[in-house]
């Protein structure tokens, strides 16, 4: 926690959303080892799978290859994750990145992170674009380096589109500002939520087509 978010946890305590004690963070340790850990699993299909990797079934429909989700998008994690985003409660990124962090430990050295950027009317909205803060958060939890090589060229609004329109909207939205540093490299996306997904196998398309040599993803929450 950083020295002036301490500051206001001391002077403006938060109201744990689960059980509405003071804490110094929007969930207390209590509450958040609650949370319901989602299994290893096939994002495409839920199939269970070692190590949050895509099923053999699925490979052949994504351009990612595991995709690594702390929690479904219900309950307490919804809540948490709405604050953070919606209700500028940026500390709640923090406490997001931290559940997020241990689900990497068996990534290899030499990974890197990159935020999936939000569009920028909306980042401008907060004052900051959440998966930039997770992905910083991230990184100084596991010593992988974060880099931004991804632009988003579009205001596309994903929230309440249906699947199909998603993945329309979503077509052409990102642009690799730096191939030479995405070729080779094992990278992870890191973003909020996943809904259909639209979002993360574009960017992740657009990697691979920078030569990326794997893409794989992470995500705080997952809906459905």
């Known amino acids: 926690m950083r020295l002036i978010e301490r500051f206001i946890s001391i002077y403006a305590p938060h109201i744990c959303l689960g059980c509405e004690h003071e804490t110094d963070a929007l969930l207390c340790p209590s509450c958040t080892v609650a949370l319901p850990n989602v299994a290893s699993r096939c994002y495409k299909c839920h199939a269970a799978t070692r190590d949050f990797a895509v099923c053999e079934t699925c490979k052949p429909s994504t351009p990612l290859r595991h995709v690594y989700v702390a929690y479904s998008y219900s309950g307490l994690a919804k809540e948490l994750l709405h604050r953070a985003k919606y209700e500028r409660a940026k ?28 569009a920028t009317k909306r980042a401008r909205q ?26 988003r060229l579009g205001q596309a609004h994903q929230v309440g589109s249906n699947r199909t329109a998603r993945f329309e909207h979503i077509k052409g939205v990102f ?12 990278i992870i996306l890191v973003d909020d939520v996943l809904t259909t997904g639209a979002t993360l ?6 990697l691979k087509k920078a030569h990326a040599k794997r893409v794989d993803a992470i995500v705080f929450a997952q809906a459905g």
């Open 91 to 118: 500390s709640g990124l923090a406490e997001m990145a931290s559940v997020m962090a241990p689900l990497l430990q068996h990534v290899a050295v030499g990974t890197v992170l990159v935020p999936v950027p939000t």
């Open 126 to 151: 907060r004052g900051y674009d959440q998966a930039e803060v997770l992905a910083g958060h991230i990184a100084r939890q596991t010593n992988f380096r974060r880099m931004n090589l991804l632009a």
């Open 175 to 186: 642009r690799v500002t730096r191939p030479a540093s995405a070729k080779g490299r094992t």
């Open 201 to 206: 196998e574009e960017a992740a398309a657009m």
